[in-house]
């Protein structure tokens, strides 16, 4: 059993003297639970702990971090039950309703906190990608939220900062229409000039708010005019490589390198990025290439297919670990997992997941690092599993992605028979190669969601 306890400052607020009778009896509920049950405390604000030091300091709450931290440290199948203590007051993350982890645990609330009704209207989570290229177009999404304002209105505001002042591209009229408001905008703009450019969401105040400092965040977007080299190295001819060379020329911004394993093959130095597609192969082939990549620091992105060597694929990497496999494959569907935030995917390449064929995945027990991100989880059959199928990592100097199944040509191909277009495979493809390619050291804003002043 999980006992998960929101230790943000908003708790104990107000001098409420209550948190001490709750943590009473929550001690003598978790005794009376050690008879039955083994059970784990976890605090989260922010970000979430296994601990417990009942100090109330957080800054910011999110309560999907709890809900996350469950999914990725515990086996789901042993838990039966999650008891969360919380006021309810979520002011960063994606909101917990979307969780996948409702549909297979019960989650228990206990509501903690002020009782008082305030008047609040923020500027929630943000997401952008850090970094874009000149003449490109780039997404920003941002999370409003309001508490007992209901039919209020207010104006949401892009600006931009040049030429020593503020300049709105974009103001939109916004209706509250409940007292626990949570709504997701989103706007794309059109990049120009290169280096750091620096825009503000804000949000107009309402009258009677108690705080007006979370209106309004500011944050960088590094927008870059230089090309980048991306090889892909491939154990054998595949449809994959293919679809994934017209999905990244579609960016003028990439230069393309397909060379089979024996190749003569090019210096490392002048690539980017390099995908390994079905490497390192049978009696692991590739797997020097792919410690040279390591070594200089080269992102890297992994397709599995039939011809991968799963142990040697271990070996080569620290994020993702496959056992179990006895060399046989699932028909994997994707699920979109709602909290990733590494990069954004349109409306209409979300509305399109649930109609894509599965790829082949290796059958077995997956281990993913605590820290990587998953964008698609595997369903086998009718079965939603906790099963990685596409992951992506920033975990070290240099990024890396997983794509751990064969056959992507055929979402591809299914795309445009059903809508005679390829927008999400070619958007999936690009932001992954965006997201990849980009070293850690290179970013000086971090594409995560900014601290907000509460």
């Known amino acids: ?199 503000k969401i804000s949000i107009d105040p309402i009258k009677g708010e108690a705080s007006t400092r979370n209106n309004t965040r500011e944050f960088y977007v590094d927008v870059l005019d230089s090309k980048k080299k991306i090889l892909i190295l491939s154990y054998a001819p595949h449809p994959d490589l293919s679809a994934i060379k017209e999905a990244v020329t579609e960016n003028k911004n990439y230069d393309l390198v397909i060379k089979n394993i024996a190749d003569n093959l090019p210096v490392f130095n002048d690539f980017s990025l390099i995908v390994f597609h079905q490497l390192p192969g049978p009696g692991g082939i590739g797997k020097n290439q792919i410690e040279s990549a390591k070594k200089l620091q080269i992102p890297s992105l992994f397709i599995l297919g039939p011809l991968t060597d799963i142990n040697q694929f271990n070996n080569s990497q620290d994020i993702v670990s496959i056992s179990g496999t006895n060399k046989t494959t699932s028909e994997a569907t994707p699920i979109i997992k709602p909290s990733f935030n590494q990069f954004i995917l349109s409306d209409q390449s979300l509305d399109y997941i649930n109609k894509l064929p599965p790829l082949n995945a290796p059958f077995g027990n997956y281990n993913l690092d605590p820290n990587a991100s998953t964008l698609f989880y595997q369903k086998i059959g009718t079965i939603e599993t906790n099963y990685p199928l596409v992951v992506l990592s920033d975990k070290s100097a240099y990024r890396s992605s997983y794509i751990l199944g064969e056959g992507i040509w055929k979402w591809k191909l299914n795309e445009y028979l059903n809508t005679n277009h390829f927008n999400f495979f070619t958007e999936l493809i690009s932001k992954t190669v965006q997201f990849t390619s980009t070293k850690q050291d290179h970013r000086e804003i971090p594409n995560k969601p900014v601290e907000t002043d509460f």
């Open 1 to 199: 059993m999980i006992i998960a306890q929101d230790v943000s400052e908003s708790i104990v607020s107000k001098g409420s003297n209550s948190i001490q009778e709750f943590q009473i009896e929550r001690d003598q509920l978790e005794t009376n639970l050690k008879d039955k049950f083994e059970v784990f405390h976890l605090e989260f604000d922010m970000v979430c702990r296994e601990q417990k030091t009942d100090q109330y300091s957080g800054k910011l709450t999110n309560l999907n971090t709890a809900l996350d931290y469950v999914t990725n440290s515990y086996d789901l199948q042993k838990i039966r039950g999650i008891i969360l203590a919380s006021d309810g007051i979520q002011n960063s993350g994606k909101s917990p309703i979307y969780n996948s982890i409702l549909n297979q645990l019960p989650v228990y609330p206990i509501l903690l906190g002020d009782t008082t009704p305030e008047k609040d209207l923020w500027i929630g989570n943000l997401f952008f990608n850090e970094i874009v290229y000149a003449g490109d177009k780039f997404a920003i999404e941002t999370d409003l939220q309001a508490w007992n304002l209901v039919n209020e209105k207010s104006s949401l505001k892009l600006s931009k900062f040049q030429d020593g002042k503020w300049n709105l591209l974009n103001n939109e009229l916004i209706t509250i229409a409940q007292s626990g408001y949570f709504n997701t905008k989103q706007f794309i703009v059109q990049t120009d000039n290169p280096g750091l450019n620096k825009y």
